[in-house]
DNA sequence: GTGAGTGTTTGATTTGAGTCAACACGTGCC
DNA sequence: GGCACGTGTTGACTCAAATCAAACACTCAC
């Protein structure tokens, strides 16, 4: 039915992250802030291992045993969903810093499939080991709590933005998320490459291809944007941004 | 900006639940399967109390901290989300035995409001107490994650819906698990009294209300279902779920 | 280079759901 | 009872996005 999980890729097992997570620029958004020397060397303790990702290739795919957390340390990865009536969706997009892994927890089998959309690199944390824990690294658990917590409300950003936005409103939220998200890893936040195809962008905002490239072309004739191709340039963010919200009644809003 | 959480409910701080757990009809679906007897009562000398919440009382709202979880004890409660922009959504129905409360563990304030559709009863356990669970009870901490990980799950069957579905998959798939979760409560699951205005129906579908209207009608003529204002009749559930992926290009699915 | 193949853009047309508007029904209040 | 108000239904019309179709552009293999 579906294609078995690939496992042709490097895997150094038992092998420790050369450099580790003290040298790693992303360590700040993969632990907890605030969390001292000491301790970090004991979660890098715990870490498996890298492992690489050639474009195109899966992590993993729904339904696989759920014993791992990853972190994204280069690279960029979708995730997506298949229902039991066969209509598929992008869910979203991860890049460096994002952890995965954790829609399983508990279930003990993947909800989505995970796949690389170029060469990328990630952590592997099993989740066995975080039962190896000591007490007072409590704040790890809680920090995957948030994590969890914070996948459950950008899946509510989702939600909202394919039940009420127009279109265009989709798109402009799209960049925007991306431009903020580029500048939290501190690259540019007004030129990048899109590293998903329009098909994926088509699936994750809810509308067809044709759709997405016309409104590229026309947020390009509106001078909002210039894109060729997957590089983009945002031109105009606070016109981008007020495209947002624009097909909201104007009517006051209900909170009950 | 929004209105306060009301608080002007009966609130019987420290009473143990009369009956408890053991008793309770719905242990089965808010306690871990296979919980011996000894240990049911343990969890359930963690229980504040139980809270008592008229039709259109919030139970939390957005941004309220999060410090309690609940189980739905009888009644129906709705949870909606509103975005910094102003949208607003409706994310789900919660009847009997279904938890509530995880999705701001972690970061400390809820990310929805969850408000009662009818008169309603809870039963609250503080998070706080759950780091009283000596480690042989990991089971209940263990159960917690697996409720979170069912959140991410519906969201994402939510979120398919809204992305790929026409409004008639969309209705016929919302009686359709409305019926499978009257049946799994032991009600029957082809007659039942929506608890929902047809405004909660189409913001948690993603149509409008003349929308949602229009297609009851519809499956009324064509024998699909009986409705009479809140009261719905399942009359053939087996057609009705063939509507469901209908709207599917016959070209085969792809899974990478 | 040529050609196959995939991914992207653009145009013409259709259509499903939204919008606007009127009306019907049910419930509670006086 | 009659009235008002909120809620739900139905019809006529509009419009945004889907669909269908064709052309174009980029990549890779040979």
New binding site residues.
Partial sequence: MRAPTQHSITYMAGARPHGGCLTCKMHFRCLPRGLNERDTVRVEGLLQTRRQLKCGEYLYQAGDRCDTIYAVKTGCLKTHVCDEHGYEQVTGFQMAGDLLGMDGIGLRAHDFNLVALEDSEVCALPTARLDELPPELETIRRYLHEVMSGYIVRDHNAMIMLSKM???ERLAAFLLDLSRRFAALGYSSSEFNLRM???DIGSYLG????????M??QFQERKLID?K??HVCILDSVRLQRIIGR?LPSKQRRVG
Same sequence: chains 1, 2.
């Avoid at 509308?207 to 016309?214: A, G, H, L, N």
């Fill in positions: 127009r279109a265009e195809s329009r098909e509308i067809k291809i044709e759709t997405v490239s016309r590229f072309s894109v191709n997957r097909s």
